[in-house]
């Protein structure tokens, strides 16, 4: 057997989900049978300080990874100039996904950036654009798209195991009162950081609802026509102005998995309210935070949304049996790693983007998010909006 291919990563931040993904793409790869691939770190950089990076390899990297050597750095700008780096994770604010996907584009390196991608539309088109003209992968970090619940929960659509799907509902609400929870600087409210609930939160909702009505679809009728806001509103935190509570409503013009007639979605996401406040209590009180309503029957999902481990499908036809299945995460892993090897696998494969998330998919997504906020009447400033490159943003 070949030995495995070394895939370089450069993770831009040190903050939370950065080490997050740092810890689970270093876990041994055949414990999930991935054998043709094996993920290294080979840098680490900091916007703030050297320091910082310095503390997330002996924390993070070294206890793990004895070769090949990870460097620090205390800057975005020398990380993408290293010349030992394959690929760029970037686990900044969504705020400077854009200036951060840009700055590594500039100098040749693919990037995994995650979610939300950017602020607006038309960031996410003009680092689409840069990738295509410089023939470099880029990929949106969307994780739960790459877990096996929801590659399992997308061929029973597209299997026809819940007949012609027409409706689909998906929460995402976290029970945390803003003023209690969230200083006025917290990224979850902070307008500088495209704080509020649809960037942040709100993206899981709508991965539920596209990952299961539109991405189930056949390229042909995807092709027809396209996804559009019927209503949105929001409510507006009373300090920062950001969304504290997001309610979308969209119609799908072909149902799936056949086309057959048109479907709706209801994606939803809160602060001040729990989507499920059972979670935690067990099964028998837990309730789902996504249903998929088919002809047939209908798939639920129990959240958390962006990362569920349980999914039951209830037959219209009671002499049906009912599936009631959980899912586990190998080694202790959190989850990201499937995106991390999906990744991986396409760049080495000389792919410029993945096919469980593309470059047209994701910006529809955004396409969807720009309407709700103008329907809505929520803007950001004017330098995490802009298309200008570069631009020096408030920190991170």
Not at 40 to 47: E, F, G, K, N, W
Not at 328 to 339: C, L, Q
Request: charged share 25%.
């Amino acid at each position: 057997m070949a030995a495995p291919k070394q895939v370089r990563w450069g993770m831009m931040a040190t903050g939370g989900i950065v080490r997050t993904f740092a810890k689970d793409i270093l876990l041994d790869p055949s414990t999930r049978n991935v054998v043709d691939i094996k993920h290294v770190i080979t840098a680490v950089a900091s916007s703030s300080s050297l320091s910082s990076a310095q503390k997330f390899i002996s924390e993070v990297v070294a206890p793990v990874q004895s070769t090949p050597s990870c460097t620090p750095y205390g800057s975005y700008e020398d990380l993408v100039k290293d010349p030992n780096v394959d690929i760029i994770y970037i686990g900044t604010p969504h705020s400077h996904h854009f200036q951060n996907a840009m700055l590594a584009l500039q100098h040749n390196k693919p990037v995994l950036c995650e979610k939300a991608l950017t602020v607006n539309v038309a960031q996410a088109k003009k680092l689409y654009q840069t990738a295509k003209e410089k023939g470099l992968f880029f990929m949106e970090a969307v994780w739960t798209r790459y877990f096996p619940i929801s590659k399992t929960i997308r061929k029973h659509i597209m299997d026809n195991d819940i007949g012609e799907v027409v409706r689909v509902s998906s929460d995402m609400s976290i029970g945390a009162v803003p003023e209690d929870s969230f200083a006025v600087d917290h990224r979850m409210v902070n307008l500088d950081l495209a704080g509020g609930c649809l960037l942040d939160l709100g993206v899981y909702s709508l991965t539920w609802a596209f990952q299961t009505l539109y991405h189930t679809l056949s390229p042909s009728l995807r092709e027809q026509d396209r996804p559009k806001v019927v209503g949105a509103t929001m409510t507006f935190e009373p300090r920062t102005h950001a969304d504290e509570s997001t309610i979308i409503l969209l119609e799908f013009p072909k149902s799936t998995p056949s086309g057959k007639t048109k479907a709706h979605a209801v994606a939803t996401t809160a602060m001040r309210v729990s989507d499920d406040p059972a979670r935690g209590r067990g099964p028998e009180v837990e309730v789902p935070t996504v249903r998929v309503q088919g002809e047939k029957g209908e798939i639920q999902v129990w959240g958390p949304i962006y990362r569920p481990t349980r999914y039951r499908l209830v037959p219209k036809d009671k002499g049906q049996e009912v599936i009631d299945k959980t899912f586990t995460f190998e080694a202790g892993a959190h989850g990201m790693m499937y995106e991390a090897d999906a990744a991986a696998k396409a760049w080495l494969e000389g792919k410029l983007e993945s096919e469980s998330m593309t470059w047209q998919e994701s910006i529809l997504i955004m396409e969807v998010m720009d309407e709700v906020r103008r329907k809505a009447g929520l803007k950001y400033p004017d330098d995490i909006e802009t298309t200008e490159y570069p631009v020096k943003l408030k920190g991170r």
